[in-house]
């Protein structure tokens, strides 16, 4: 078992953690998806291209996961998380100057691998050793802050272009980033973990031992289906609605009241009981998804019977961020969790990787977005069927 750290009990720590998340999510990932079309008009990249420019970076996170996660087992939070703040202000100044595609998707590289080192995945881990069995109040209240990251972004990175180019927002954003999140990372993040306390008792779960196993697979193929069927959905609402008659403004606030949905899921996945069997909480998330991307799929409107479907699925995927934050820990503890947890979550992000861009393609070869929708049932589907064996 893991030693408690000083001062474990929720409070400054906790709040400066969850205040990095809103700004983090806010500034390196939302602030593309509402930004794209303004970026695509005054420069004449296409759109999906743009996308898949910001997918490069989300598949850059993936990778880097996997040594961010090792890092912060052994040597603590402090110094890569506040690396990471200044890395991803980094990459978006690249972003923001970029002459052409190439320089774009570079910024976006080295903001992506920035992602790894500030998002859920290394808050998450800090969580774990930091709170041990205490963990799940942590990450639920960590994620209902960073749930209203779109709700607080959408809308301002919305404002501002509207008063400035697209280059001079990201540049206002990087500064946003590298002011707010590098005090709150140095200053409220362990340098390092307290000694590990020897339990003989206890298994010792490594991350060889742990993919041996079926078990580790078919939560993998369920969290991938899952995380496919609501990003590919959830990140193209925009353009889903506006195919339902709604125009870009009333869509761009309906992307933001879904992150405000994502807080209700987070409260939601509370309530299911502790006792419960891990499985449970990701088989309830699955099936929630089957009906309200089927919804999203068949209801033509009006404007405020779709924004509130809507809400309803951002609070499914409120509920799928704490599913996957836990399903390590849940079935395998919280030692090792870093290393196990970036093996496991590499492939999800990279899912998340195109999932800017995966509904917009499945729009295309299916022929329209709600379609899309469709296509994302099917895949909620199969993850209600893996969840069983999880």
């Not at 403004?249 to 992307?255: D, H, K, P, S, Y």
């Amino acid at each position: 078992m893991t030693a408690r750290a000083p001062g474990s009990r929720f409070g400054g720590r906790l709040v400066a953690l969850s205040l990095g998340q809103v700004i983090s999510w806010g500034v390196l990932f939302y602030a593309l998806i509402v930004a794209s079309p303004a970026i695509a008009d005054a420069t004449g990249w296409p759109v999906a291209l743009v996308t898949l420019s910001f997918s490069g970076g989300l598949a850059a996170s993936a990778i880097a996961g996997v040594v961010v996660g090792r890092w912060l087992d052994e040597r603590g939070p402090r110094m890569i998380m506040t690396v990471g703040s200044i890395v991803g202000a980094g990459g978006l100044v690249i972003v923001a100057a970029a002459p052409n595609l190439v320089v774009f998707t570079a910024g976006w590289i080295v903001a992506g691998t920035a992602q790894a080192a500030v998002l859920y995945q290394a808050a998450f881990t800090v969580i774990a050793r930091r709170y041990g069995d205490r963990r799940r109040g942590a990450m639920t209240i960590l994620t209902l802050a960073g749930g209203l990251a779109s709700t607080v972004f959408a809308p301002i990175v919305a404002v501002l272009l509207t008063v400035m180019d697209w280059r001079s927002v990201f540049l206002v954003l990087a500064v946003v980033l590298v002011v707010t999140t590098t005090p709150l990372h140095w200053f409220f993040l362990e340098s390092s973990w307290p000694p590990v306390v020897h339990d003989a008792s206890a298994d010792h779960h490594t991350v060889a031992s742990v993919v041996r196993t079926r078990r580790f697979w078919m939560l993998e193929a369920s969290m991938l289906t899952l995380a496919a069927a609501l990003f590919s959905v959830t990140l193209a609402i925009i353009p889903l609605f506006t195919e339902k008659g709604m125009t870009y403004e009333v869509a761009a606030w309906a992307l933001g009241l879904l992150g405000a949905g994502q807080v209700i899921g987070r409260l939601l996945y509370v309530a299911i009981p502790h006792a419960a069997a891990p499985w449970v909480a990701l088989a309830a998330t699955a099936g929630l998804s089957v009906i309200g991307l089927a919804l999203l799929a068949i209801v033509p409107g009006p404007p405020w019977l779709l924004i509130s479907i809507g809400v309803g699925v951002g609070a499914v995927r409120g509920a799928q961020t704490l599913v996957q934050g836990s399903a390590v820990a849940d079935r395998w503890g919280t030692r090792n969790y870093g290393s196990i947890n970036g093996v496991f979550a590499a492939p999800i992000t990279a899912i998340g990787a195109v999932g800017p861009a995966l509904g917009p393609l499945i729009a295309v070869a299916t022929g329209s977005y709600s379609a899309m929708a469709w296509v994302a049932v099917g895949f909620a589907g199969l993850s209600l069927i893996f969840a069983r064996f999880t």
